[in-house]
């Protein structure tokens, strides 16, 4: 089945700095890579997705890009925010037929103000 | 916050018994899935349903069970009740049919 490796588990960085956590997934067959936002005692709620057939896929200051090749997949921050700390999600899956989503174990952000 | 409710809010059971969690889908989603938390980690899938019918499942035994009703609201139940099923459990619900079907709408959990 497939395994995806998140890292950092942890990042802690100042605010206005940029904040970079990598994916890497096994299945080559997984096309579709949602990241969510899980803030403490809430739901997780889906920030950014990006789909095989793309390398790139921004929405204001978060971004998140795909190498299928080395089939890892890094979600980008810039300028962050104190509210932006939380934990994050990264997960992988193939799109079509039986859904089972692979999830990351998470990476914690902290941003110091 | 999305559309998507889920009851009760917590629970607390012994070893051995039985529980049920329900979950209301968002308005106009078709597909329900759950997932299970423990502290510290990602969410783990249990299973999905999609029209009534199980369309994928996790490594999860088969003391974990679950139900859509026409509605598309859904349960889940687990039997037999282990120490290590101590988690946040979670459902999503999206919609099959239109798109992107993966993006998933999370519950507030139990």
């Known amino acids: 089945g497939e395994n995806v490796e998140q890292h950092p588990s942890t990042l802690s960085v100042q605010e206005g700095d940029s904040a970079v956590i990598k994916c890497t997934y096994s299945d080559s067959a997984s096309n579709y890579f949602p990241w969510y936002k899980q803030e403490l005692g809430k739901r997780p709620q889906l920030i950014i997705d990006?789909?095989?057939?793309?390398g790139e896929k921004k929405d204001q200051r978060i971004a998140v890009t795909l190498n299928k090749t080395a089939k890892h997949f890094s979600l980008h921050i810039t300028e962050t925010q104190p509210e932006d700390s939380a934990v994050y999600f990264c997960a992988a899956s193939i799109s079509g037929g039986s859904y089972i989503p692979t999830f990351g174990r998470g990476t914690s952000l902290i941003v110091h103000p | 916050e999305t559309g998507v409710t889920q009851s009760p809010t917590h629970l607390i059971k012994t070893r051995g018994q039985q529980v049920t969690l329900r979950c209301s889908s968002q308005s106009g989603h078709n597909t329900v899935s759950w997932y299970q938390q423990a502290l510290g980690q990602g969410p783990q899938f249990i299973f999905q349903?999609?029209?009534?019918?199980?369309?994928g499942r996790g490594n999860f035994p088969p003391r974990f069970s679950g139900l859509q009703f026409p509605n598309y609201s859904s349960e889940l139940n687990v039997n037999a009740l282990e120490l290590d099923d101590s988690a946040l459990y979670l459902c999503?619900?999206?919609?099959?049919?239109?798109?992107?079907?993966?993006?998933?709408?999370f519950g507030p959990g139990t």
């Open positions: 990006i789909r095989s057939n793309v």
């Open positions: 999503a619900s999206s919609l099959i049919g239109q798109g992107a079907w993966e993006t998933q709408y």
């Open positions: 349903y999609y029209r009534e019918e199980e369309n």
